[in-house]
């Protein structure tokens, strides 16, 4: 199987805490759409015959500032040259504040079964600090669009450690999302990214950091309630009910190839990396051109040991030793058990079945932990 990203760069305004590449030239929506297509038909051979794509996944940016016309000439100019009739999980992201019913319905008829929505928060007034456009009456109301529209696969992002953000409004904010009910959540702690807006507020004086302690605490509040509530961890920041796992962000984590079309987009077809300019008219121009924009990365030994690695334990399938001695030999399976041993008897990771997991308190240590374990 295989799976197929697009990146809808495009944004009414800019989130304080984002560094994914976005834009604002909204005028340029139907190049950007022609060019999608024209790189769906230029890369038509490359995950080769044997690979079916399973899974697409619309993210941004914004993907619903796109109108549903242009939504429609992507899935079928696009479907013209990559074969989308095995399509079982077909993923939307969105804004509660271009949600309608009658825009989600057009979804549905595109083939769309499930929607990625971007709630962050259910408190106005931590909303309004990070520049979002929407409020938590919209959200709600937008979420209730996409179910009685027909979706009946749902995640709600939410972020923890935000400005002024307290244990108990971020609990208020978890139980507005559990009565809900969602069949995926995916909850992230801030990150203050150099450049954004953000980054340079703390600079400023005019925002303070969550602290440390605070964060692990809000972490596991979540962890906790989500756990009681019937969703399961799977991965460092997404939970969700039983067979309601992101098929397709799952693929990314066990090394499923895929293509990634549109400006910033990467594709990894097993062997090699690609990846296209975080340039919107760079990337325009090359497909107009009759180029394909994108550099090439053949990965080392040791980088794709260490991609094994990372994002194996990043999930609640752990990494398996036994695989790894096979792929990289004896030596490297018996270094990583050594490493490995002092976070067993700490109980930061746990061991069943010949597989190495993070535990609950690990995922907390995890980029330290993930680091200590790469290759020498």
């Known amino acids: 199987m295989a799976g197929l990203y697009i990146h809808i760069p495009f944004c009414k305004k800019r989130c304080i805490y984002c560094d994914f590449y976005s834009t604002n030239r909204l005028d340029l929506t139907d190049r950007y759409v022609a060019a999608i297509v024209e790189e769906a038909r230029r890369r038509r051979n490359e995950l080769g015959a044997a690979e079916t794509i399973k899974t697409i996944y619309l993210g941004g940016g914004t993907p619903s500032q796109l109108m549903p016309v242009q939504m429609g000439r992507i899935t ?31 979804l549905v008829e595109l083939g769309v079964n499930r929607v990625s929505m971007g709630v962050q928060s259910f408190n106005d007034a931590e909303l309004a600090a990070i520049n979002r456009r929407h409020n938590a009456e919209c959200a709600i109301t937008a979420y209730n669009a996409i179910r009685d529209a ?33 069949e995926h959540i995916s909850a992230y702690n801030l990150t203050y990214e150099e450049g954004t807006v953000l980054w340079n507020r703390r600079l400023r004086g005019e925002v303070t950091e969550a602290g440390e302690e605070l964060c692990i605490e809000m972490y596991r509040l979540i962890v906790g309630r989500l756990k009681e509530a019937g969703y399961e961890h799977y991965e460092i920041s997404n939970y969700a009910l039983p067979g309601y796992r992101s098929r397709h962000n799952s693929s990314y984590w066990d090394h499923t190839p895929y293509v990634g079309l549109g400006a910033a987009a990467h594709s990894y077809d097993g062997h090699v990396r690609r990846s296209n300019p975080a340039d919107l008219m760079a990337y325009i121009t090359a497909l107009e051109q009759g180029q394909l924009p994108f550099s090439e990365e053949i990965m080392t030994t040791e980088e794709r040991y260490d991609e094994d690695v990372m994002v194996a334990l990043r999930t609640a399938d752990g990494l398996d030793v036994m695989e790894i001695g096979e792929k990289y030999g004896d030596k490297v399976k018996v270094s990583l058990q ?19 997991f993070l535990t609950d308190e690990g995922m907390l240590l995890s980029d330290a932990v993930i680091q200590e374990l790469m290759w020498d």
Not at 342 to 352: C, N, T, V
């Open 338 to 356: 050594a490493k490995a041993h002092k976070y067993l008897e700490q109980g930061i990771m746990r061991e069943d079945a010949g597989r190495l």
């Open 150 to 182: 027909g979706i009946q696969n749902v995640s709600i992002d939410l972020i923890y450690g935000l400005p002024g953000q307290d244990l108990a409004s971020l609990n208020a904010s978890v139980e507005q999302a559990l009565s809900l009910r969602p």
């Open 76 to 106: 079928e100019g696009v479907g013209r040259w990559l074969d989308l009739s095995g399509v079982e999980e077909f993923t939307v992201e969105v804004n509660p504040d271009d949600v309608t019913g009658d825009y989600i319905k057009s």
